[in-house]
């Protein structure tokens, strides 16, 4: 699942500067803001993952009201606390989001599973990190990733996805899902995506 994720926010990416190609390309009474490259990279990271609900900039009223910039989750429970982003347009930014991801997001109680790191500062200008849920720090980049086209996802799965998630069900709303029912989706995930780990 870790090199499908991978190959997910790289090609997010990718799919970005090609559909948002002059978007570094204002006028002298506008500038681009983190939240408005943050709105775009969510857009384009729901593509592919489909199963699950899209947040951008929620607040997280228990801890802090600590806001990560875009998650994929499933509402109403921590079951589901797939990917957490923090993103930023400073090619000066990155160890304290690093921080960020893995001792709010990652930690009990949330759990996210994967987290990452996504700074772009230009067009074909950026820095992207993985982080693993044992910590492990991956690069993400033209020479260790792979792009996925849209036209990968095979539909027939979408389908089943949405049935083990729903099988799975929200309860309880407070853990993580456990190792099996973890390894039955993602073995869907990657059947639909037509790729083996």
Do not use: A
């Amino acid at each position: 699942m870790e090199n499908l994720v991978k190959n997910i926010i790289y090609s997010s990416i990718q799919n970005f500067f090609e559909n948002e190609h002059d978007f570094f390309d204002y006028t002298s009474q506008t500038g681009m803001t983190e939240w408005n490259l943050t709105y775009h990279l969510c857009n384009e990271l729901s593509k592919y993952i489909f199963w699950l609900n899209k947040e951008v900039d929620v607040t997280k009223r228990n801890y802090e009201n600590k806001r990560p910039d875009i998650i994929f989750h499933k509402r109403r429970t921590n079951k589901f606390n797939f990917l957490v982003v923090e993103v930023k347009k400073n090619p000066h930014d990155k160890r304290l989001d690093i921080i960020k991801l893995k001792e709010d997001w990652m930690m009990e109680p949330l759990e996210y599973r994967f987290g990452v790191y996504i700074n772009i500062w230009n067009k074909y200008r950026f820095e992207t990190i993985l982080i693993t849920r044992d910590g492990e720090e991956i690069q993400i980049n033209e020479t260790t990733s792979k792009y996925i086209p849209f036209t990968t996802i095979q539909e027939q799965y979408k389908d089943i996805i949405k049935i083990i998630i729903d099988e799975i069900g929200i309860e309880p709303r407070d853990k993580p899902l456990n190792k099996l029912l973890e390894e039955k989706l993602d073995n869907e995930i990657l059947r639909g995506f037509s790729l083996e780990e």
